[in-house]
């Protein structure tokens, strides 16, 4: 076993997790309202079509169960049928975006900067927040054609996959740090394992004087990505700044000597701006 994955698991076991089914069976939770939701998270990538009988399967709950959340969601409006006779999300799922996004103003105050990077860089850049044991895209810049992965607003991945996660992790208090990795390892053991000694490393680096993390096809096999550390908004929200390239027109010279500096320095200047502290 290597010590990094010693260190991984020593950093998850202080954490605290939820319980879930604890809260479930003294009543503290709605059910219903979990089984519903998760219905939802089912949808992850763009213009997903799922089969009731592929939900069921997903969730491991039964058809029938399965018919009535879909009949809810549908009567609401969140999910419809395509006219195949499966279902995919609904527009009105927008709404619910809509509050937080339209709160996260410091977004469009760094667009500016976002897209010289990506001028610079020939690549996508975006900002990431924390969400669970995932990180989720909350703004992006750059072209997106002849790209291999379009990083979305709303795109969710792995912390401990990904340089976005990494950063994202290095800035985390003590205790929400510990968590966070303990949900981690819970919802991804296989990629908290086989990722621990690159996480630790990009831990380590975003928390050194270089200020920044190189994930070479962790997450995505095709896509080399560097993100730095942006520090917190106003309101407390953990967000990095990343920037993605495709494998084919890369180079990992390039990404140590070029991208991971100028992301750092972008960085500064947002900080500067007032936009974020560490």
Known sequence: MSSELDTMKDWAEAGVIVDHEELTRDGSVSTTLIRGLEVLSCFRTAGETLSNAEIARRLNLNRPTVSRLCKTLISQGFIR?????TFRLAPKILTLAYPVLAASRWRHSA?????????????????????????????SAGDAQNFPHVPEIGITGPLVASASGRALL??????????????SR?????????????????????????????SYGDWRPS????????????????????????TYRSRREDMETDVGPRLVQAANTLRQMGLFTL
């Open 81 to 85: 049928r395509d006219k195949t006779g």
């Open 111 to 139: 667009v500016g900067l976002m897209r010289d990077v990506a001028e610079f860089t020939s690549g996508n850049v975006t900002l990431v927040v924390v969400s669970g044991a995932d990180f989720v895209s909350v703004q």
């Open 186 to 214: 819970l919802a991804y053991p296989d990629l908290f394992t086989r990722f621990a000694e690159h996480t630790v490393a990009g831990i380590e680096r975003c928390r050194s004087d270089e200020g920044f993390c190189i």
């Open 170 to 183: 290095s800035i985390l208090p003590a205790q929400e740090f510990n968590d966070t990795l303990a949900l």
């Open 223 to 246: 896509i080399y990505a560097a993100s730095a550390p942006l520090g917190y908004t106003d309101d407390g929200l953990p967000v990095a700044l990343t920037c993605a390239l495709p």
